[in-house]
């Protein structure tokens, strides 16, 4: 673009574009890119002649004069299932929104009796979930007293699933370690002293360790996985860069801790 | 609710008219995107989101109402200019004739006159 915009212009601008991207996918007879091109020259037209760098707040106004991402889909490009859950959410209607908590609910049913159709369920009530946020975006709605019901199906399936990338696979790799002796290398041996404090010590250390250096391979791979998380946690929270400085650090100070009783306990200097 | 009712119906009208407006502002000219966008945010009453100008110039495109073409600009970037067909001005002629025939008959009930 011409006009020069701020760092955080531009994070709002990739935004906004990719939001119409989404929106775009699946859609009939439309060139995304003749899209993309309309509102870069839009935008740019709009902000020409501008010699400062165009800050956010500049670009939120002209963005919001050019309406919400839904906008540039006209409903007639817009894919049938898609134009079916809109009529279900159209003003004062909650029937997706009950959809969404129902599925989930029935989901949470089928686990109490020990069948597997309730990660369909809970995979059914998240999408249907995220649509329900994605036409409130597209008619510059708030979700309101909807919020519950909405948000419950998504955070029932992100939260566990946070859970799970941040527990990572090192965790059970460190017990399953220990359990079997692979580290029987480490010259760790039941101590005459306290064999129970011992061998805690060398449990936590292992896992302690095992989850530090993931978090650190996370954190490594956080602008690769960035979007990906972006797309799972949203509407819930936004990742930031900020989430990603604590990572590395708590993910350095496990690693430095375990590694450090470990030392410790292999030299057998630890009176336990 | 009545005032949802009536910000339906309001929303609804200015979809349905904006397409001859369009039509209407590219009768006598070729515009690019953004000046077809301004010139209609000029018109009292037809308060639109702008993003929602772009789809319907990409339909009647794709009708083969309006032709476009992309210029260079030396003061800006480049513009995709848009022009009515041949196809288009036939078209336009027809939903000015459906427009007045519409607003004589709204009128006349306005009126009263029900013949």
């Known amino acids: 673009m011409s006009a020069t915009l701020t760092l955080e212009a531009q994070q709002r ?29 839009h935008i740019e037209t709009e902000l020409e002649g501008r010699t400062s760098p165009v800050s956010r707040e500049e670009l939120e106004n002209v963005l919001r004069r050019l309406g919400s991402p839904g906008g540039w889909v006209d409903e007639s490009e817009v894919p049938p299932w898609r134009r079916a859950l809109a ?98 290398s480490l010259g760790v041996g039941p101590p005459a002293v306290d064999e129970a404090g011992r061998e805690a010590s060398l449990r936590v250390a292992l896992i302690g360790a095992g989850l530090g250096v993931w978090w650190l391979a996370l954190a490594a791979l956080w602008s690769v996985a960035q979007r990906a998380l972006e797309w799972l946690t949203r509407p819930l929270f936004l990742p930031r860069r900020a989430h990603r400085s604590w990572l590395l650090v708590a993910g350095a100070a496990l690693t430095a801790a375990g590694a450090a009783i470990l030392a410790f306990l292999a030299e057998g200097r630890v009176a336990l | 609710m009545e005032s949802d009712f009536a910000a339906n119906w309001t929303t609804q009208l200015r979809k349905g008219l904006l397409e001859l407006c369009v039509l209407n502002i590219l009768r006598d000219r070729r515009l690019y995107g953004y000046d077809i966008v301004k010139r209609l945010g000029s018109l009292d009453g037809l308060m639109i989101s702008e993003g929602t100008v772009y789809p319907l110039l990409n339909r009647l495109k794709r009708e083969n109402f309006v032709t476009t073409t992309i210029e260079e600009s030396p003061d800006g970037p480049a513009r995709k ?23 004589g008959a709204v009128r006349g009930l306005q009126e009263g006159s029900t013949s």
């Open chain 1, 87 to 184: 009529r279900l959410y159209l003003g004062e209607d909650w029937r997706l929104a009950y959809l969404c908590l129902g599925t989930t609910v029935a989901g949470a049913f089928f686990m109490l009796a020990g069948s597997a159709i309730a990660l369909v369920l809970f995979g059914a009530g998240f999408l249907l979930a995220r649509a329900a946020v994605s036409l409130a975006d597209e008619r510059g709605e708030k979700l309101g007293a909807r919020r519950i019901l909405v948000l419950t199906p998504i955070a029932v399936v992100v939260l566990p699933a946070l859970l799970v990338i941040l527990a990572g696979p090192l965790v059970p790799v460190a017990q399953v370690g220990y359990d079997e002796g692979w580290f029987g």
């Open chain 2, 81 to 103: 200019y848009y022009e009515l067909t041949a196809a288009g001005r036939r078209q336009l002629e027809w939903m000015n004739a459906a427009w007045t025939a519409l607003v």
């Open chain 1, 13 to 41: 601008l990739d935004r906004y574009l990719q939001e119409v991207r989404l929106l775009l996918q699946g859609a009939s007879g439309v060139d995304a890119g003749e899209v993309e091109r309309d509102i870069r020259e």
